[in-house]
């Protein structure tokens, strides 16, 4: 048997309606066509195209040509970043971002100051949220670029950024949001949400691995420079022939969420809230994030005096993450734990658990079980 999966916050399976419209645009009977292409078969996946960038702009409530394909948040990070960056330098070169960030936020940074930029990386207070005072302060005349995640993808904390969005524009700089963990589990409504640019993921959110998109504003517009160069695809912002089956799978994982996302979002929360309430007794037990705050699928605890290692080498039935999975080849303590000043005893103590789509009661009962049994034998 395998392992419980419990770790929805580094990807998620296909769904098998996504995976059944992806199949529909791959094979000689399909719609595999280059979309550039003009004849039948073009135009045939052209039309798929458009309706899977309408799908993912409903979902936002934003129009279909602020929609750039990219290949995952990642690069739609990248292409924020560095393209408001060499775009507008002229006008300022100082960004302001958080110590709690994504790398996909933070190594794009670092890369920028060796190009001759200053970031400001703020810290979180201990509930791991922005401070908007702080905020305020360290805004500039020169800074060109904010860039603050909705969902932290380790402690499934939520920024306020209705109110950093304003904070922000009334200093007249860009203001860059990292959403790859909000999508599907808060609404966004970009209508009204003074965000300029965002970044989302199809792989998080039951939709295929190596795609995902940037909103980029058309009014007041957002200019960037584009990173790939090469036959001008998606008005020159990001060039390479659309890959049509994974646009559809992402277009189809926002329709199926554009559906079900409150009834889902409340499932999740249900689940998340069981498994805390069978697991808050065990000794020292705490969460590393308030969970009035958080996400309904991210669980982050420690166990003080347990190394989260080990404890997950006992517990080969479960599949968490210690850290984020991003970083958990380095045996460094998570950088978002130590931003929120826990200590890195704890840190090295904590493991995250996230919850989906597929997570049962069933799953949470035994999940539960077995991580007590585990820990009492630690202590
Ligand atoms: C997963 C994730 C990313 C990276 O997304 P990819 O599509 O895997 O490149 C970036 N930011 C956050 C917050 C994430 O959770």
Redesign the pocket.
Known sequence: MKPIYLDY???TPVDLRVITAMMQCLGVDGVFGNPASSHFYGQEAVQKVDMARQQVASLINAESREIVWT?????S?NLAIQGVANFYQNRGKHIITMKTE?K??LDVCRFLEKRGFEVSYLAPNKDGLLELEGLKKALRPDTLLVSI?Y???ETGVIQPIEQIAEIVKANGSFLHV?A??ALGKLPINLQKLAVDLM?F????IYGP?GV?ALFVRRRPVVRLQALIHGGGHENGLRSGTLATHQLVGMGEACAILQENMSKEVAYIQRLKDSFWQKIQHLSGVGRNSDIAHAACHILNVYFPGIDSDLLMKALPQLAMSAGSA?TSLVVEPSHVLQAMGISDALAHSSLRFSFGRYTTQADIDLASDLLSDACKKFV
């Not at 993921?201 to 998080?204: E, V």
């Open positions: 916050a580094a990807t290949s995952g948040a990642t690069e990070n994504h996909a936020v995640m969902v932290n993808n990292d790859a963990q970044s993921s199809a792989h998080k691995k995902g991003c």
